[in-house]
């Protein structure tokens, strides 16, 4: 055969975890302190620098204070979710984050101390850490572990999924042209959620400035989907509020400084609209709309030494913020901070989208686990809770150990290995992945809720949406790559549109507005006391199945 071809590569380990960000690193040395066997990471970037973490972090937003209890944890995050949450899955990641901010502090992560010597807090549930280096530590302690096997520049495309359980996942490199068969007796999924739906803050050339990282493409949950996992609580989009133009966070200046939100009159609005996460953001994006923008987080009058500790935070995690401050010549005490909501995303850790798991973060594909931001249920995760349903789902995953090794299809990957060759031996197409990409971030920004349409959809938007979606879905299977790069481009391309079409349809299946901004539905705009229940959704026969689950309540234990 002439053209580009692929080598296979077969692999085989025990415990095969894909990502290698704070859950999957974390996942991977809880599994070896607790078991003799083997495990493989797959990572696209490098575990280093890669995942959520990779800038590094000013705090531990997720950690039990004095006086506090995991229970009290769980009574704020369903305040903050409207009551749709997983009890269960909620209390269990609580109660292990303390321990996981102990694990990270063990590893070198220094945590800042007040004078009394306890862990410095910032606001109610979280504390102050000197966070740059946080995942290189993580990376550090893996790459030590002898057990542990790290594969990188490697992007898994798909489950291998046999009667109802997972057998392995197929990966291709993303420079070599490898495509690796990988088999486990068990697979986490830790590649975190899904950035780049929506047409972002700042298109084109800076596209990729936003809030979270760009390279997550919603992989994990697309693998899913495609297998016929049951994904859940879609429609809970987090949108995030920035400060204007770098994106920077403004959970330092609210919780740091106590700085409010005003518009441009001077007037707080925070506690006209509520102080949830997203009514913070439906509170500006109104303010806005309505006349009464910009809107700002006021910092003005705070004192010199607040000043410098705002310019070493930003530093330490956004340094766009912290030049933009000084090539203004005004510290932050001097001018009010403009602040505006990021485009949508697809996240597990903040909200409750992911995979509908059981409480030992077990799939409805067996064998398979999720952790981090591509488990859903369980919102107000943040590093140290993903940390903690890593170590859940590594024990969980103990159970499985001592079975008999899967055998793989060679015909299978035989097929697959064809299919990518002819993608890298086909003639151009007339469309593009970047093309196609944009298109599909137009079409969710206008019809399904991005920041053109004031955060708002409706039913007939939706299936606006819906239609226009399935139809780049059909282009983008006409793609050819010319490299290895641009074959991962192009997964990546299909994976978010496997998402946007899920996204979609469990937006069009909740009849309310239980999450203004988040989830504006204009046909229903009151939220419903009929929609105390969980928006679940399963790809069968190529059509997106919508199910209602009830609330899982505190004390029960859910199994599928």
Same mark, same amino acid.
Request: overall charge neutral.
């Given at each position: @055969?002439?053209?580009?071809?692929?080598?296979?590569?077969?692999?085989?380990?025990?415990?095969?975890?894909i990502?290698?960000?704070?859950?999957g690193?974390?996942?991977?040395l809880?599994?070896?302190?607790?078991s003799?066997?083997?495990?493989?990471i797959?990572?696209?970037?490098?575990?280093? $620098?890669?995942g959520?973490?990779?800038?590094?972090?000013?705090?531990?937003?997720?950690?039990?204070?004095?006086g506090?209890?995991p229970?009290d944890y769980?009574?704020?995050?369903?305040?903050d979710a409207?009551?749709?949450?997983?009890?269960?899955?909620?209390?269990? @990641?609580?109660?292990?984050?303390?321990? *996981?901010? $102990?694990?990270?502090?063990?590893l070198?992560?220094? #945590?800042?101390?007040?004078?009394?010597?306890?862990?410095?807090?910032?606001?109610?549930?979280? #504390?102050?850490?000197?966070?740059?280096? #946080?995942?290189?530590?993580?990376a550090?302690?893996?790459r030590?572990?002898?057990?542990?096997?790290?594969?990188?520049?490697?992007?898994?495309?798909g489950?291998?999924?046999?009667d109802g359980?997972?057998?392995g996942?197929?990966?291709i490199?993303t420079d070599?042209?490898?495509l690796y068969?990988v088999?486990?007796?068990?697979?986490?999924?830790?590649?975190?959620?899904?950035a780049g739906?929506?047409?972002?803050n700042?298109?084109?050339?800076?596209?990729?400035?936003?809030?979270?990282?760009?390279?997550?493409?919603? *992989?994990g949950?697309? @693998?899913g989907?495609?297998?016929?996992?049951? @994904?859940?609580?879609?429609?809970?989009?987090?949108?995030a509020?920035r400060?204007?133009?770098?994106?920077?966070?403004?959970?330092?200046?609210?919780?740091?400084?106590?700085?409010k939100?005003?518009n441009?009159? =001077?007037?707080?609005?925070?506690?006209?609209?509520?102080?949830?996460?997203?009514?913070?953001?439906?509170?500006?994006?109104?303010?806005?709309?309505?006349?009464?923008?910009?809107?700002?987080?006021?910092?003005?009058?705070?004192?010199?030494?607040?000043?410098?500790e705002?310019?070493?935070?930003?530093?330490?995690?956004?340094?766009?913020?912290t030049l933009?401050?000084i090539?203004?010549?005004?510290?932050?005490?001097a001018?009010?901070?403009?602040?505006?909501?990021?485009?949508?995303?697809?996240?597990?850790?903040?909200?409750?989208?992911?995979?509908?798991?059981?409480?030992?973060?077990e799939?409805?594909?067996?064998?398979?686990f999720?952790a981090?931001?591509?488990?859903?249920g369980?919102?107000?995760?943040?590093?140290t =809770?993903?940390?903690?349903?890593?170590?859940i789902?590594?024990?969980s995953?103990?159970k499985?150990?001592?079975?008999?090794?899967?055998?793989?299809?060679?015909?299978e990957?035989?097929a697959l290995?064809?299919?990518l060759?002819? #993608?890298?031996?086909?003639?151009? &197409? &007339?469309?593009t992945e970047?093309?196609?990409?944009?298109e599909?971030?137009a079409?969710?920004?206008?019809?399904?809720?991005?920041?053109?349409?004031?955060?708002?959809?409706?039913?007939?938007?939706?299936?606006? &949406?819906?239609?226009?979606i399935?139809?780049?879905?059909?282009?983008?299977?006409?793609?050819?790559?010319?490299?290895?790069?641009?074959?991962?481009?192009i997964?990546?391309?299909?994976?978010?549109?496997?998402?946007?079409?899920?996204?979609?349809?469990?937006?069009a299946a909740?009849?309310?507005?239980?999450?203004?901004?988040f989830a504006?539905?204009?046909?229903?705009?009151?939220?419903?006391?009929q929609w105390?229940?969980f928006?679940?959704?399963r790809?069968?026969n190529?059509?997106?199945?919508?199910?209602l689950?009830?609330?899982?309540?505190?004390?029960d234990?859910?199994?599928?």
């Open positions: @055969m002439g053209g580009r071809q692929l080598t296979v590569k077969r692999l085989s380990a025990d415990f095969l975890i990502g290698g960000g704070t859950a690193c974390g996942a991977a809880s599994f070896c302190g607790v003799g066997g083997s495990v493989l797959i990572e696209k970037a490098n575990i280093e $620098r890669s959520c973490l990779a800038a590094g972090v000013n705090a531990l937003n997720a950690y039990i204070l004095p506090q209890t229970e769980a009574d704020y995050v369903r305040r409207e009551y749709i949450i997983r009890e269960d899955l909620v209390l269990t @990641m609580a109660e292990g984050l303390n321990r *996981a901010a $102990r694990r990270l502090e063990e070198g992560l220094t #945590i800042l101390k007040d004078a009394d010597g306890n862990y410095a807090a910032r606001g109610k549930r979280n #504390i102050k850490i000197n966070g740059e280096n #946080i995942k290189p530590l993580l550090g302690a893996v030590k572990a002898p057990r542990i096997a790290v594969l990188e520049r490697a992007a898994a495309i489950y291998i999924v046999r359980r997972v057998l996942v197929y990966a490199g070599e042209p490898v068969a088999r486990a007796k068990a697979v986490l999924c830790a590649t975190g959620g899904a739906l929506y047409r972002p700042n298109p084109g050339f800076s596209r990729h400035k936003m809030w979270y990282p760009p390279f997550n493409t919603g *992989a949950y697309a @693998m989907i495609r297998a016929g996992a049951e @994904m859940t609580t879609f429609e809970m989009r987090f949108i509020l400060c204007k133009d770098t994106i920077a966070p403004t959970g330092t200046l609210a919780q740091g400084v106590g700085a939100q005003v441009a009159l =001077g007037e707080a609005y925070e506690e006209k609209y509520g102080v949830t996460t997203s009514q913070r953001v439906h509170g500006t994006a109104r303010e806005n709309a309505e006349g009464r923008g910009p809107c700002y987080l006021r910092t003005v009058g705070i004192t010199p030494d607040q000043d410098e705002l310019y070493r935070a930003y530093l330490n995690m956004s340094p766009s913020q933009k401050w090539e203004s010549g005004l510290a932050p005490s001018q009010n901070v403009e602040i505006e909501g990021t485009e949508p995303y697809i996240v597990g850790g903040h909200t409750a989208s992911g995979y509908w798991v059981d409480t030992d973060r799939t409805t594909i067996g064998r398979l999720a981090g931001d591509v488990a859903g369980c919102p107000q995760k943040y590093v =809770g993903a940390l903690a349903e890593g170590e789902a590594a024990r995953a103990l499985y150990m001592h079975d008999a090794w899967p055998s793989l299809s060679a015909a990957t035989d290995r064809h299919g060759e002819e #993608i890298l031996n086909r003639a151009p &197409a &007339a469309d970047d093309s196609l990409e944009a599909m971030q079409v969710m920004d206008e019809y399904a809720g991005g920041i053109g349409a004031g955060y708002a959809f409706s039913e007939a938007s939706l299936a606006a &949406a819906a239609r226009k399935r139809d780049i879905e059909s282009r983008s299977e006409k793609l050819a790559a010319k490299d290895m790069r641009e074959l991962v481009y997964f990546e391309l299909r994976d978010r549109l496997t998402v946007c079409a899920s996204v979609i349809a469990q937006l909740r009849r309310e507005t239980r999450w203004h901004s504006e539905n204009t046909d229903y705009p009151e939220k419903s006391g105390l229940k928006v679940n959704s790809l069968e190529g059509e997106i199945r919508i199910i689950r009830d609330l899982v309540k505190r004390g234990r859910y199994e599928h």
